[in-house]
């Protein structure tokens, strides 16, 4: 038996040190080591293998474009490019109960209702409760198959047997071990060797395997980033807890793109596909508010309308505050500097707080526009047309730029029942005039900032008359 050196393994990035310490050389962490078991590298009364040879090949082979495999959910079929590539795996991380069970097993009843064989392992729940779940969504009748495994190397020889199943769940992979590694379930050493293990089962078998991975309080997913670079995909599954609407992103994709967003809303029986975001996102506006503003964004190819929600009030404090959710903390410092030092909008003595409705997160700097009319519109206390969209970047100088896909965004805000957009001047030579919408072009900060405080004055004196 070959001898196993005890190994401390920091649960935040895997580094591996051979005695304790209270803080991670590697990532910083404190109270992340813990003594873990070494892998065994060596199988015991078995000499080291010689190489064997392979042929080697020109990249000027026949590529045929990786089949893929529709699982019928559209908007999750949106996020992975198209479909299952198979063989592949994927990592699906979420907060608790944010719905990645529910999300799953939809999907696998999809594919399975096609005469595809499915497989859902559930380390966390029963059997029973897994049922009972399929049954509250109305897919009891569906041919997925279920157990209750955490044993690696059992479930492998068990969708070994018969047909390979087409889809793989594994739920979690926190749950899931190996004989392999001596570790406890959850361990930095135990998940990687599981992850491994049911990598080795997917490109072998040609099966598709979805592994659940948890959330640490920081956003993370838990044990080893090292899963992350192992599979080949990394989705994640979002939402406010308190509202319906939860979004899936790809953070990596090795065989799509990773700007596309699924929209799913969360009811009584399951998750709904939304297959037009806006009308969500845009449900329930407050018209006539003053610190609002409809932002027209892109997200992946998907144009999508979101409400910027601005909220500018005075300040006691020596040092105002500035909160941001849904939106980039830097660039909202980046518009009120914009605003103070060009436009002549003074700030210091505010607080400001900045929101995207609906618990989406914006990450175009085309959103500087909408962002910044929301917070004059505040400021001013003076409501924008409910009817108008913005988008817009912002640079330093003050000056409004033009973005990409216009056209897209103005035909989208059409479609909504919008009438205006206030807009950069150089996007109407993308051929968004013939949209049908009035456009209002701004080429500075300056010009827009006016034109709000001109609407503030105006409805004061209609106000007086
Ligand atoms: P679940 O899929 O178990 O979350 P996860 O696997 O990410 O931990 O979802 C649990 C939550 O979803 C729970 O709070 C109840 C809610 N839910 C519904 O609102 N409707 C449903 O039909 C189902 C199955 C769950
Ligand atoms: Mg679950």
New binding site residues.
Partial sequence: MARRDPSFICQNCGAAYTRWQGKCDACGEWNSIVEEAAERTKIPGRAPRKGRLFALESLTGNAQDAPRLASGVAEFDRVTGGGFVPGSVLLLG??????????LIQVAAALGRGERRCAYISGEEAVAQARL?AE??GLAHTQVELAAETVIEDIVATLSEGRTPELVVI?SIQTMWTDLVDSAPGTVTQVRASAQALIRFAKRSGAVVIL?GHVTKDGQIAGPRVVEHMVDAVLS?EGEGSQQFRILRALKNRFGPTDEIGVFE?????LREIANPSELFLSERELGSPGTAVFAGIEGSRPLLVEIQALVAPTSLGTPRRAVVGWDQNRLSMVLAVLEAHCGVRLSGHDVYLNVAGGLRIQEPAADLAAAAALVSSLANAALPSDAVYFGEISLSGAVRPVAQAAARLKEARKLGFARAVIPEAASSEGGGDQGLSLEFVDSLTALVGEIAGRRTEGRRRGRM
């Fill in positions: 979420g907060d608790p109960g944010i719905g990645k069970s529910t999300l779940r509250r969504l739920d659940v599954f969360m009811t009584g029986s399951g």
